[in-house]
């Protein structure tokens, strides 16, 4: 019984332990509970862990004094009265302390939006008072609160944020003013299609185009960056598209894209670029960037790696347009350097949309299939037709047949033009004389049949003989066996279509 005294007592000792320790945590940090669930479990585990130890420890020795009792258990079980109640108070105690600390948590975050919403209300209150200095500040507050926070965007605008921000662009303040009205808008608009038709109806693309305007080239760099990265993100918008693209933005975007002293700033360049793609998905946006030399510029900047997937992707929108096909047709040069794009091989993604370029101009165009012949295009396509991605596959080969139909149709157009001729001449003289033309004529009909064989011949050798010769040096490019002869492939991929659709 000594023993168990003893036991029982420094189990309370260690709990009295923990208590304190937990007493004086929670008297330095009076506004956190640090009764958790872990602190709970530990002294359970103290109790039935001390519990066990004894029972290992003074068994036989504690069974013995509990038959001379005679306390009736024929169980053998130690377990003592009280212990189990003792982890069944802890345990309720654990769940009823996680239900007050949700609560706490639910109290917390209530009182968090409650804070944070009349910030944001502090904020548009000063953004109407219109002085300049609570402005700016209440700007940059909007611009911090919108940043991250998707509710804190739909409730600054619900609030009534957005029509004193695009009146500030309006005003004559500096630089700090426009920077920090503009970048405000910008961070409303992330995501919230609802805020970027706002921030258009409230008239913002007016506005800075109206800025740009009256600076007359002198606007700085930090605000000429965040009107770009602002018409980025208002163009993204379809509703949007046309009254940007109608407004003047695109002369100068384009002028962004263009400007020399831009060119160590990428990002600005890039921004400029992923405008003008947003605005040429509109094909209604197509005639205004055709006003400019835009094309021209674009076709002869293939080449700078940084800009020439995002040139070659807005080309791919302009070239849906008749009109546009004829801009791309009418740069000097235009096929032999989109044909050069085509052994980009370290570049699939400029590769693909190359090939979808002059897959529209070889379907549309029929002047444009004898450029591409002309530019070398035929060796290239057939060498993407066998270690171009699947894509890269799949258009090269509609090109092939494109240019497979034109030269076939030439040949024809030009053996029944001479026939026609000889067919047409006119017929004078007498039966007798009509007998001896008709003669005549028959002999030079099966002359001119034994010429076009032969002409037939000689071509089919010569295009035979062209052929091996690029499929073998392709060969060697791929890396493949010399004795390699798509035979199979080769066919299908020649074999002519008369299918008029672009499906790649």
Sequence with gaps: MATNCTHRNSISNNIASILLNDHHHRSRHAHHRIWTAAFRRRIVDLIACGGASHSRRCGSREDADEDEEGDGRSDGSSKRPGSGKLSDLLLNSSEEEEELELGDCAEAEKRRKVEALEEMKGAVRRLADGREEEAVRAAGEVRRLAKDDPFARETLAMLGAIPPLVEMLECGGGDEWKVASLYALLNLAIGNDLNKAAIVKAGAVHKMLHMIGLAAGSLSAAVEEAIVANFLGLSALDSNKLVIGSSGAVPFLVKIVKDVAYRGNSQIKQDALRALYNLSILHLNIPFILETDLITYFVNALGDMD????????????????????????????????????????????????LYVLMVI??????????????????????????????????????????????????????????????????????????????????????????????????????????????????????????????VHFKTLTQSSTSKSLPF
């Design 362 to 487: 070889a379907h549309k165009v029929y002047g444009g299939r004898q450029a591409m012949v002309e530019a070398g295009a035929m060796s290239a396509l057939l060498e993407l037709t066998l270690v171009g991605s699947t894509l890269a596959q799949k258009r090269a080969s509609r090109i092939l047949d494109s240019l497979s139909l034109d030269k076939g149709k030439r040949l024809s157009d030009r053996y029944n033009g001479g026939l026609t001729t000889t067919l047409s001449a006119p017929i004078h003289g007498s039966s007798s004389t009509f007998s001896g033309s008709s003669w005549d004529h028959k002999e030079s009909l099966e002359g001119d049949q034994d010429m076009m064989s032969e002409e037939k011949k000689a071509v089919n050798q010569l295009v035979q003989q062209s052929l091996q010769n690029n499929m073998t040096r392709i060969a060697q490019r791929a890396n493949l066996p010399q004795d390699f002869v798509p035979s």
């Design 307 to 354: 800009v020439s997937e995002r040139i070659l992707s807005i080309l791919s929108n302009v070239v849906s347009t008749p009109e546009g096909r004829k801009a791309i047709s009418a740069v000097p040069d235009a096929y032999p350097i989109l044909v050069d794009v085509l052994n980009w091989n370290d570049s699939p993604g400029c590769q693909e949309k190359v």
